[in-house]
């Protein structure tokens, strides 16, 4: 009896772990690009509704079927309709192989890591946070100097770490990061003071996001203090850290005689309105507050003699994958060693306003062009010892036993940067803005009024610059540059096209495909005309890069984009539609361009936490400035991204794919930051109707569905209500005739409104509307508003199921369909050549007028209405009629 009991115990065991070994799920096929082995990756993915309930039942595997640990963070979900996952986070270390599977289900329980983080955050008055990887342990304390206080490497691997095994540490002096400004009075050094830390979502075991909230403060009363945050990203098991930081100017930015009042395109009040008139002060183009340098320092422990070295890269800077060359230096003579970038000048331009008036001749209105002159340069004290185009971005000093490597990403694409490694103070200095570079000033290259204004708006610009920090023992310099380019030239996960688009979070949208080449061409060239005009203008520079010009006229590009009408999200919808790591780069370049540059961020009061026991605290907070008014309002496209401001020209949707895809915190936190504007309303009326409540509604639905507060709901419910209530006064139309180009705005914002709430009556209103277009097209902007009514035609047949709706939206697509290049952008020699063989094979018809600025070779601000939001759409809706 004991026998047999024994024997069907053991049987029942084998079943068990029989199921185990024989648990599959579903599975989802993961390529990453660009691979590197080791690199830290994290995947951004979207799960259909219902099909995935916890990111507790995903696990990870190799091409091999080997299952490696990874890290799991639930983005977003289905709600309020439905709780399953829509959006999660999976993070991993990379192996050799480039293939995954991503399996899921609810019989699926995932490894867990061997390696952790070990953390304490301790938000005293006097405390910080300590951060142990294993190999790695740092601090950084509240009262500390603004960065890393003390970092020691386990160099011995005995699993403590001793005073001998200290390799960084504080330079002192509130200088661990800096942003110094330069005034008539010289400059005045900042010093760095850290508020709070915060750990963000996604932060577990195998990775830790510390967001870290500081101010630069100054000696002189004149400087107004500056807020600085770092996002710090470590891993287990791992000796390096990822380093996000974001400055802010708060400098006055000229010397124009400043009155009090608000410009009327922002205004609100009617009592006190600025005059535009005021060509006549000098003032606005004589710098005032100028940026003199910024940047991160860490003094190394290492031996005097150490051994630096500093990649270049050989030929033209326009070469992403030329040759490396290294520079050796021994620094036995305490000479200061430095790793200057450089590039063009700014470009003063004629105002887009003076040339249409002028009839875009090229006579008086040539702008100042000069050659694009890239220049990176090693200096051993005062004698330069190599020249190049180009710097590869980093930095490596050691002695015999130990080393610290630094690495800037973007380092030419954002110009000026610059690595200093001083042996006399022992400082290792990343320099966003380098000091030898000059000052960054703000003021206008001329007193001629541009967006409509004459404004300087520098005030409240941010920039966010990435940072690799590696400590190690003394490896070869081929590991360093590895390590380097996790960040510099990091991997992209993603998962197919299919994918993406069958999980509906953008609604029906098709992949890629080679079915109907006449219309896949229309948008793929235009996002292949930009790329090679911003690699070849180039659209570089610290407060450029990422954003690209609008317009193509007499051989020239004029006015910045500035994100209208969000061409970021642009390139995420085509990253997902097509697994181009091409367009994840442009898409998250052109996210952290505008959501920082396009954005006002200062003055804003700081957020009160109440970490403080003394209830003193809330009193001596509520007593600090009020924020102003416009914080989170856009910056209109103009010769210069802080000419101008608008009561509607801020995009937050791909901020928010951003967050989701390639898991930037920095997004999330400044949409937030536009939709709190929102609910101020302080322009009355005047915020609820028109262009500035379609493109609400867009941004709140999305800032309603990434967060699920309250707060956005009711206002996003509040504004919906107002856009049906103005339909049934306007026939049908959802939109004024005025803003005929908006049915994009309109037509996603809704959708996806509908779509999270299933509200029956936002459903009718867009069925209403499609038939309005279908019968009343709007012409007011010519073929922005003609073609931009494609999408609403394609929702009326999804909505109808009436193929009438789809035959028009066909009919007017006939405009867009274009043939074969010639041949590829990357064999076009100059935009000329390039440009008349766009317009060669184009089918578009040209404007009235006296420009054409939805022509195929345009930039893609026009774009957004008559292509990009509309073919993908199309294109699912042929699939559906199975039409060839």
Known sequence: MRLTIITLLGILLLNSCSDKEVAIGKQINITVENNKVGAPVTLGIPFPKGELKSVDHLRLLTSDGVEIPCQTTEVANWGPLDDSIKWAWVFFFSEEGTEYTLEYGDNIIPIRSKEKIVSTNNMRPQGGIDVNTGPLSFAIHKMGN????????????????EETELIGSSQGENRGSFLDILDDAGIDKSKAVIHEVFREKGSGPMHNIFRIEGTYTYSRKDNNISPFTMWLHVYAGKSYVKVLHTLTYTGIPDKHKIVEGEHYNIATQDENILSEDTVEDIGWTQPNDEIAASGIQLKYHLSDNVNISIPMMEGSWQDDDAKLSFQEIKSNDNNVVRLLQQGPERVKSTSLRSLYVNGFKKDGNEEEKKDFNFEAT??????????????????NIADTKRGVGVGIKNFLKEYPKGVQVDPITKSLTGSIW???????????????????????????ITKTTEFIYYFHDNVDTDEVGQKMDYVLDSPVA???????TNSKVYGNMAPKSTKHPEFENALQYRYDWWAYNQKHEPWYGMFNYGD??????????????????????????NFMRTGDPKYFNLAQSMSRHTMDVDNVHWPKKRTYYGEINDAIDFWNFQKEPESTPYLGIGRRHANEHWYALLSAHVWIQGWIASYYISADHRA??????????????????HDLRGRRLYLSVLNLVELYDATKLDKYKKELDERVSLMLEFQERQGGNLLLDRYGYSQTYVAQGLYKYQQITGDEKVRKALLEHARWVRDVPPLNHEMESYLATIYPL?????????????DEALARAEYLKIGELKKSSDEYDNTKEYSADLLEISNLPNSKKKFTNWQTNQGLRVFGWTHAYNIPYLLYAMEQENME
Request: charged share 20%; no cysteine; hydrophobic share 35%.
């Open 434 to 460: 380098p000091l030898e570079n000059g000052p960054m000033n703000f003021a206008r290259h001329n007193t001629e009024p541009d967006g409509g204004m004459l404004a300087n708006f520098a005030q409240g």
């Open 548 to 573: 690209g010009k609008s317009y193509f006229f007499n051989d020239r590009w004029v006015q910045w984009t500035n994100n209208e009408p969000t061409v970021d999200f642009m390139f995420w919808t």
């Open 378 to 395: 090693i200096s051993d004290g005062d004698e330069n010892i190599a020249k190049s185009q180009r710097a590869k971005g980093w930095i």
């Open 494 to 500: 993603h998962a197919t096209p299919e994918w993406y």
């Open 146 to 161: 603004g960065f890393l206080d003390e970092v020691f490497l386990d160099s011995n691997g005995n699993g403590e770490f």
């Open 794 to 806: 394609v929702l009326g047949y999804e909505i109808s199921g009436e193929k009438g709706y789809l």
């Open 668 to 685: 999330l936190e400044v949409a937030k930051m536009t939709g709190d504007t929102y609910l101020n309303r302080i322009w009355g009326d």
